[in-house]
């Protein structure tokens, strides 16, 4: 398993959101000091992770690279606020229950 690739994909994604809505509003990059030099090992015992977040008027979008028991992914969600407040609103209305 080549653990740079989950990085560069992290590092593919931030720079296309970033250049379509700016810098990231919140951004961690956790590698300690015993994986500076092998953060990909890191990553696949769930240490070493990366995690940016924008935050618009509109949308919310988190990306981040982590791992954990030997596996590592890269993830990247698009949330609209508005659909997101509706489908709280109607999981409440419905006693909490999934629609």
Do not use: C
Request: charged share 30%.
């Amino acid at each position: 398993m080549n653990e740079a690739l989950y990085f560069e994909k992290y590092e593919e994604f931030r720079g296309a959101a970033a250049a379509q809505y700016g810098p990231p509003k919140q951004e961690v990059r956790h590698v300690p000091e015993t994986y500076k030099n092998d953060p990909g090992s890191g990553l696949l015992q769930g240490i070493v992770f990366y995690y940016a977040a924008w935050d618009l008027d509109d949308i919310e979008i988190p990306l981040s690279v982590e791992g954990g028991d030997a596996a590592a992914r890269v993830s990247i969600e698009y949330t609209n606020k508005e659909l997101k407040l509706e489908a709280e609103r109607k999981a409440k209305g419905n006693g909490g229950d999934q629609f």
